[in-house]
């Protein structure tokens, strides 16, 4: 009898900005291994790298399947093809698809996705990494794709979410998407916090429908399988659709915020967190966004907070002395600004007191006293009464000790939204005749 095998299937950079989307890719192999004789063993995985690096189309997103099967061969040459058939190689897609025949993963792979989640890697790297560890790779263009590849297979989660991705019908690719929007308001109302990042209330729109060419219709992001069906029946669309399938995603996780960055580590595009003391008073320059230092290691680390994010009203209350946690991406030096944080988060540890000093009050005259010079006290020029020393008030600060985070419109895939502060989701029961994937019959 022929043993069975468990194969682990990774592929990245499928699409471009013109097209397509490699979950989308996803949900077509689902299709097909669907229909074969073999286990389906776990939800597909959607694994979001370092999303500071120049080259990724949207949200820098990988994804990773795992199944059981009799026929690795067969499968492998049926997925190659697959990803020939839906990659946009023409609009500069690296596509790049790995195959690992193992059940368990072993460390050092875990340890190449927490790289890609950071920092920026070289697909030299990630050809070598194939070749060392009995991976079996395929590629088209430059194979950049093989790193997102590689890391969806090797990534580990210790918290994650879902993601019920809605796929339009051919027809409609690249058609305007129509979605009411009263309905997404509801679905939000009836469903959050177990759904999340779904509608703004505060601009009124709505968050779950991409704006490109490819063919997703919307993104339900949440925690719970029946949160995420129950959302998707709530809303309301004339569009028919093709069908749904539900990701397990390390997204809502702050999982590239994680790597303390210091001077030796801040290289461009790098990701992580700096922990330290605001060093000068944070200016706000042309276009409404706020610059400011923070002394980590004797060394400062400029960091710049762009309007967009809605953190620049806290950015410009810190002051000197202020200790602060920020996370961001490393933009590389330009012409005009040097090497600097993109600033993602900013969490307040602690507050410096502020301090106003003025010409001390005379007690008897109730009129502030003169200054003699320097260093020599101040005294009433009605009644001559000395003081030595000036007068501090302490000026109330208008920012909290707490952790402030971007806009919802300025989140990345990855942003720990409020909600998810604290929260830690360790199980989604996956059974394979679920409602997690489905082809709508219309
Ligand atoms: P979408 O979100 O629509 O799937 P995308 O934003 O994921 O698109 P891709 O077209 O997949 O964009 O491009 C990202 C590319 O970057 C892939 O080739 C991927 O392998 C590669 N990549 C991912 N993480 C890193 C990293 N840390 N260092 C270098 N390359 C990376």
Redesign the pocket.
Known sequence: MEKLRTLHIGF?????PKGM???FLAYKIVDYLKHQDLEILDFPRLI???PN?P?????????GLKIRTKDPSKIKNKIKNFVVKYSDTNN?????LVFYENSEIPNNFTEFSE?????????KH?KKFALENNLEIFYLGNG??????I?AIGYRFNDHTLELLSYRKPSKFGKKRKISLQSVKKMHEKTFPHTFNSFDNKKSRVMITPHGP?PVFCGIRGEKILALLQASKILETDEKLAGHMIFKSNQGTGDHLKHILDKKSIKP?TSGIVIGKVSETPKMEKGGHVFFSIICKDEAIPCAVYKQTGLTSIAENLISGDSIIVGGGIRKASKIHPRVLNVEFIEIKNLHTNLSQSNPICKICNKKMKSKGQNQGFKCIKCGKKSKSKLSKVIPRKIKKQMYIPNMSAHR?LTRPLVRIGKVNKISKFTESGPWFSVYKN
């Open positions: 990245d950079d499928t699409d471009s989307c490699t979950t979001r790298f370092n690096i080259w990724k189309t949207r949200g820098n997103g990988a994804v500069g897609a690296n596509p790049g790289l890609a989640l950071w920092q920026l890697i070289n697909r990630a950049q794709g093989l790193v997102g590849a890391g490819d595009y895939h």
